[in-house]
T-cell receptor, first 114, second 111 residues
Framework: NAGVTQTPKFQVLKTGQSMTLQCAQD?????MSWYRQDPGMGLRLIHY???????DQGEVPNGYNVSRSTTEDFPLRLLSAAPSQTSVYFC?????????????FGSGTQLSVL | RKEVEQDPGPFNVPEGATVAFNCTYS??????FFWYRQDCRKEPKLLMS???SGNEDGRFTAQLNRASQYISLLIRDSKLSDSATYLC????????????FGTGTRLLVSP
């Protein structure tokens, strides 16, 4: 079982560049989300989706765009990378109706913005 | 005050020891509680949910104290493989978008 697949695992960008972090899940989960994890801080929600065609902002959405054209895929786009976006990014998915249990995470993307 | 607070540690314990972590939360209306485990440079994974009556899973026991607004995790007979960071996760309402993650408590188990 693939679960939640994130690519790339590592990425270095220059300030102002754009890129897309890919996330795909094969568990038919309705809920998908993106988090960032920074030292000394808990995971913070960037954007989330409760189904294809439905997205919403989380706690720290500025500088990021998402779309959900299929149940399986939930890409995260950095429009114009900034050093403050240096972080580890995790995609996560789950079935709707839960409260936090069985949140499946991808293996993460380490992003550095120079 | 942070919504979810944990002692970052590290907690250094020998194999076989019993160790306990606490986590406090600020919102008295919080609905559900979890412990996730995160190995170094890996993704978080659910360790266990925390129920009002307390629950046990092998060597792990989780408890909830709503009056004092904290949850705890007790690990008995620590193994080297328990070395990890333990994340306290609180759902402030319903729906995944209200999940708040603590910064984690690091545990190091030594031979």
């Amino acid at each position: 079982n693939a679960g939640v697949t994130q690519t790339p695992k590592f990425q270095v960008l220059k300030t102002g560049q754009s890129m897309t972090l890919q996330c795909a899940q094969d568990m038919n989960h309705e809920y998908m989300s993106w988090y960032r994890q920074d030292p000394g801080m808990g995971l913070r929600l960037i954007h989330y989706s409760v189904g294809a065609g439905i997205t919403d902002q989380g706690e720290v959405p500025n500088g990021y765009n998402v779309s959900r054209s299929t149940t399986e895929d939930f890409p995260l786009r950095l429009l114009s990378a900034a050093p403050s976006q240096t972080s580890v990014y995790f995609c996560a998915s789950s079935y709707l109706g839960g409260h936090g249990e069985k949140l499946f995470f991808g293996s993460g993307t380490q992003l550095s913005v120079l | 005050r942070k919504e979810v607070e944990q002692d970052p540690g590290p907690f250094n314990v020998p194999e076989g020891a019993t160790v306990a972590f606490n986590c406090t939360y600020s919102n008295s209306a919080s609905q559900s509680f979890f412990w996730y485990r995160q190995d170094c440079r890996k993704e978080p994974k659910l360790l266990m949910s925390v129920y009002s009556s307390g629950n046990e899973d092998g060597r792990f026991t989780a408890q909830l104290n709503r009056a004092s607004q904290y949850i705890s995790l007790l690990i008995r007979d620590s193994k080297l493989s328990d070395s990890a960071t333990y994340l306290c996760v609180v759902n402030m309402n319903t729906g995944f978008q209200k999940l708040v993650f603590g910064t984690g408590t690091r545990l190091l188990v030594s031979p």
